[in-house]
């Protein structure tokens, strides 16, 4: 392996090339397979059919799983929203539907000629006339969550409201009113967290006085669902005894209500189902519930009119057929995924990936190159570039992803790691045999200081790498990442925010353990749907397949990673948990 400076901040450990053998009987058997992929084509574009045909032909798909749309302009970037729900969404539903393909299909494939974007519509009159509703609502929602905390300190006898908390932390922004009610949760929260706290430290008999004070309360601020995750009785008197059955029944009233929150959460486009969410939100989580759901509401309501990622809008494509709405969250997310929430989920996305690129002959060789090196193995460096942040801000939790993804890795496999860790980037070729990377944020701007090896797996974090594939003056990491032999990349098609991007330190482990293809630890790592990032690369590439270097039974001893094998039904081998890596 060719010298690599010593100059830079980073772990470096090379372990034997040939990797560690993974656990007996464990099968790839449940990864994407060719007949689950159907193929989008433009139909008025000959480099989409050309690329469509020679992915088909060297993936052995089959020739039914083409789909041609003609509805199309031949190479336009962007496309209004009704273009979009009629000539590309409408038009596959049928399609599959006509096939009978539609169980059958878990991935589409966007090519060459299919737009990045749909066009956002601009703010409606019934939008704005909610979030004016919603503005009033959280007024009094503020009023309410005032009053509770005077009611909690004169329970816990703390001192005035003012001094509950001597350093808030800064409200995330908006509206006054919307800052307001940030501030009003903090407060409420540490005044609970206080009347909690003083009423447990009571001798028994104040306590039960005090607790029969409390109880009615929290019903009111935090509802039946919030009781049960604040309160904890001890004990086996009578009284003891009767308030576990209260507690009992409030977590049973819960449990009950659980589908329908859940049904009303992935319909949340329907302007009468955010009414009812808000409704139930009440009913289980009382007025913080309540003024949460509403604080969720207003972000949610001003990213609508915003542009999104074609292929994003696609992986709703049976369960929300109007692009116009845009960032939904992914079900299959891999934080918000559990076994029960699995059993109640009744909307599925598709995985989506495109074949797209500077040129068809690039896109082709991208595909040649996905085949060869998932027979061959990918043998290589992981780079990581991190910031050196270490606060508490959201880019400095992103910064300690990185970080945290780095020694993951090198603790967990047989691979050279190299983390960059100071405001300075990777220097120009000073990053031999790249064979995995992520790092930020050199915004437009491609930097070439990795030697990519073919069929590398890299993203750059940062606002607006995928503009455009074709435009050969854009300076966007995606295209140049692909030019240069990455077979796998993702971007963003418009201002996304560092909450969209998949974390690392869920992304790569599960790649490297070469049991999914990319298009599945995509979908299972990527937070948001409906939005503007997109996944470009051959979606049943699988680069760690026969050369694994994940040491599995580390890996499956964190629950979050089990969960990606119950999804897509691999084997799992008995091995004791403990507590998910920091994410």
Known sequence: MPQISSGL??????????????????????????????????????????????????????????????????????????????????????????????????????TWGIPLRVAGMGTSPQITLELQ?????????????????AQLNALAATSPTSTLVTKPAPPVGGPPVTQAAQLALQHFGQALNNAVHRVGLLPPIRRQAAFAKLLPLLAVYIGPGGVGQTIHIHGS??????????????????????????????????EKDRLELRELQLKLFGVVGLTRQLLSDTIYLQQKPSSTALDSDLMTVWYQPDAAMGMENNPMYMPNWTRSVGKLQTHIPLMVSRLDGTSPKMVRNMILTSVRVQKTGLRGVAYFDARGLHGQDP???????LRHTALFILQNTGMPVALQDTPAFFQSK??????????????????????????????????????????PNYGGWCPHLLKHGVCGTLGAVA?????????????????????????????????????????????LYNPFEHHHVMRLRRLLKYPIFRRAFEEFKIPIPKVATVKAPAH
């Not at 449990?255 to 319909?267: A, D, F, G, T, W």
């Not at 990795?450 to 069929?455: E, F, S, V």
């Open 133 to 149: 509703q919603i503005q009033q609502g959280l007024q009094s929602q503020v009023r309410q969550l005032t009053l509770g905390i």
């Open 237 to 270: 008197s009578a009284v003891a005894q009767k308030d576990h059955q209260t507690l009992a029944a409030m977590k049973k009233d819960v449990q009950k209500y659980l589908p329908e929150l859940i049904r009303l959460s992935q319909r949340r486009y329907l």
């Open 395 to 401: 880019y400095s939790q992103y910064d300690r992803l």
């Open 495 to 539: 201002e996304p925010y560092l909450t969209a991007f998949p974390p690392p330190n869920l992304f790569f482990p599960l790649l490297l353990s070469g049991r999914f293809t990319q298009a599945q630890v995509y979908y299972l790592t990527c937070p948001l749907v409906d939005w503007r990032i997109a996944y470009v690369g051959d979606p």
């Open 430 to 471: 000073n990053c031999p045999d790249e064979a995995i990377y992520c790092g930020w944020y050199s915004l437009e701007h491609y930097l070439p200081s990795c030697q990519w090896l073919p069929g590398s797996v890299a993203f750059h974090v940062a606002s607006f790498e995928l503009l455009s594939l074709h435009n």
């Open 9 to 110: 901040r980073r772990i470096f450990l090379a372990f034997a090339a040939g990797g560690i053998s993974c656990t007996a009987g464990m099968s790839s058997a449940a990864s994407l397979t060719p007949q689950q992929v159907a193929v989008i084509i433009n139909g008025n574009n000959p480099n989409s059919w050309s690329i469509a045909r020679f992915y088909a032909r060297e993936r052995h798909i089959p020739k039914m799983n083409l789909i041609v749309l003609s509805g199309l302009p031949h190479d336009a970037v962007q496309i209004p929203v009704d273009t979009y729900d009629i000539h590309v969404s409408a038009a596959i539903r049928r399609i599959l539907r006509e096939r009978q393909l539609k169980k059958t299909i878990r991935c589409l494939v966007t």
